[in-house]
């Protein structure tokens, strides 16, 4: 078990403030109160050196009334004792609750540091694997590998559901003239795959497009597809930035 010096430092400070609560507020109202006690019973024991000169009779009064008063003192000292043991169980209690809530506050931050930290070094993780990726990526990705995802991409096309394609639709709006549409490619498309992808548009969107075809060498491998404020495609450099700031989710019980 590694041994924290902050919080054997906080139980040092917590013990002397004890003791000095107990010095100040228990120790020495007690002394004072036997004290006077004492003060109580010399006066007593000279008023009874006195009458002790005057009469026998009341020496005996006085004997008898001392022993009393002596019993009363003994009960009243055990009493303070009694009350004393409580009153110092119960502030040790309240110390130990106090150090056992120090110690789990301590825990929780540094379950939550160590949870951030962790989560941290995942996301680093997650953003160098994917300047990796995309350094390999591009030494390896050609027009071959292009055309594998703008297939792909007619595919998904394709079976795209027919509510967003409702939706993509009625954003387009009932204007006559036909939509723009921007495509653009890590290399340039050869003429049978513009037909493709402007074909697969127009089934789409169930009108005729106007596609303007732009080469972006920055998406690596693939296409992507700007119809208005939607865009839609499958290429490298995107993939490649959602996994790096994908986050993981915190760790349990943090907040």
Not at 135 to 153: D, H, I, S, Y
Not at 163 to 184: H, T, Y
Request: a negative charge; charged letters at 30%; aromatic letters at 6%.
């Amino acid at each position: 078990m590694e041994l924290s010096w902050s919080t054997f430092l906080l139980e040092i400070f917590n013990f002397l403030v004890l003791v000095w609560i107990l010095k100040h507020f228990l120790y020495r109202p007690v002394q004072s109160v036997i004290a006077r006690r004492q003060q109580e019973i010399d006066a007593r024991l000279a008023e009874a050196r006195e009458k002790e000169e005057q009469a026998e009779q009341l020496q005996k009064d006085y004997e008898g009334r001392l022993v009393e008063w002596r019993t009363e003192r003994q009960q009243s000292h055990e009493a303070l004792e009694n009350e004393l043991r409580g009153e110092r169980a119960r502030r040790e209690k309240l110390l130990v609750d106090e150090l056992e809530q120090q110690r789990k506050k301590s825990a929780t931050v540094d379950a939550r540091r160590q949870g951030e930290q962790r989560r941290q070094m995942e996301l680093q993780a997650m953003e160098q694997g994917s300047r990796f990726a995309a350094k390999l990526l591009e030494q390896g990705a050609g027009p071959e590998t292009e055309t594998r995802l703008v297939k792909l991409f007619l595919t998904s096309l394709a079976e795209m559901p027919e509510a967003q394609r409702i939706q993509l639709r009625q954003q387009l709006g009932d204007s006559a003239e036909e939509p723009r549409v921007q495509v653009a490619s890590a290399h340039t498309l050869n003429a049978d795959t513009r037909t493709a992808i402007e074909a697969a548009l127009k089934a789409c969107l169930g009108r005729a497009v106007a596609c303007e075809f732009v080469e972006q060498p920055e998406l690596i491998a693939g296409i992507r597809v700007s119809i208005g404020a939607w865009e839609m495609g499958i290429n490298v450099r995107d993939e490649l930035q959602g996994f790096a700031h994908l986050a993981p989710e915190p760790v349990g019980g943090e907040s």
